[in-house]
């Protein structure tokens, strides 16, 4: 079952993903980049050719500082000049969640049963790296590719993705015939589901977890076509949605998660905001673009926020 009879895997073939879809050792044994192995140098060349009228269109969210329900540990940002004759800000913040938008490192998350993360390496307790391997400071340079906006809403013609109907792998490959897209190694994939829209057409409070979103099926898709990295607004599907067993012992769905980041080696773009880039996609007829998103660099971080841009 798969992308090719659009069927989703049972529990017993997704628990096989781990093996399926895991790229241990592909790139080396020291490796620290994992499918971002895919932007080659004329993948790059490629996606700055897509620039056509210079625009540049921002597909992040405002950094949030205040508290919620999806935001128990907001932001901090402080602002003082004291005596000093100039402005001194102060900002702090967790990184991770269902609010700022951020990237989540390939040491984010462990394998199944814990200890280990991408690439066989070991976690030493607390569940950090043992060796400097994994953290975000390796992407220092950036992501830098053709992106590619899946615009699901649009397609299904609905205002967003409802609960309950989760997108599938086959579903992405629909909309990149539909949009005139051919899949391409090194590409960033942007999943839009309408999260913006959902909240406020339905009037429905974030919480932890995505009311809707992304079912495991597409992790098919993303390493069939040998993407480089993910970016969505709604995050993984909710359990009753995936008709699967989570993969972690907790509450929030993580079946994507799981298997992009500790097996597949793919980074995860979260809390994407995507209205303004669909918008603009949609007068100019075309939804792929340069793609840039650089991290700050943290020595030792599990992930960074970002501000991924697209450059139409």
């Known amino acids: 079952m798969g992308l090719s009879d659009r069927t989703p895997p049972t529990a017993e073939e997704y628990a096989a993903y781990r093996e399926r879809f895991c790229n241990w050792g592909r790139w080396g044994d020291d490796d620290e980049f ?22 540049a269109v921002s597909m992040s969210r405002p950094i949030d500082t205040h508290a919620g329900p999806a935001n128990p540990y907001p932001a901090h940002h ?11 800000d ?3 913040m967790f990184i ?10 390939l040491c984010h998350l462990p394998v199944d049963g814990g200890g280990k993360f991408w690439n066989g390496k070991e976690f030493a307790k607390p569940p950090m790296p043992a060796e400097h391997s994994g953290t975000i400071d390796f ?4 992501i830098v590719t053709r992106g590619v906006l899946y615009d699901v809403p649009r397609f299904r013609g609905t205002d967003y993705v409802a609960p309950g109907e989760p997108v599938h792998g086959w579903e992405l490959a629909d909309v990149a015939a539909t949009q005139g897209i051919e899949p391409r190694p090194g590409d960033a994939v942007c999943i839009r589901s309408g999260m913006d829209v959902y909240f406020d057409k339905t009037g429905t409070s974030q919480g932890m977890g995505s009311n809707a979103g992304v079912h495991a099926s597409a992790i098919e898709f993303l390493y069939e076509t040998e993407a480089s990295c993910l970016t969505w607004d709604f995050q993984d599907a909710p359990q009753e949605d995936q008709g699967i067993p989570n993969p972690m012992p907790i509450r929030i769905a993580l079946h994507v998660h ?6 597949m080696g793919m980074p995860i773009i979260d809390n994407a905001d995507f ?7 949609a007068d100019l007829g075309r939804w792929e673009f340069q793609y840039v998103c650089a991290p700050l660099v943290l020595r030792y971080g599990t992930g960074s926020p970002v501000n991924p841009l697209a450059i139409l």
Not at 139 to 142: I, K, L
Request: with cysteine; proline share 3%.
């Open 34 to 55: 994992g499918t971002l192995n895919h932007i080659t140098p004329e993948a790059r060349r490629a996606a700055a050719a897509l620039v056509q009228t210079g625009e």
């Open 78 to 88: 402080f602002v003082g000049a004291g005596d000093s004759g100039a402005m001194a």
């Open 90 to 92: 102060y900002f702090g």
């Open 258 to 263: 799981h298997v992009l980041l500790p097996y």
């Open 96 to 105: 991770h969640g269902f609010v700022q938008t951020h990237i989540d490192a």
């Open 275 to 281: 209205e303004a880039v669909a918008a603009r996609c």
């Open 139 to 142: 992407w220092r340079d950036g």
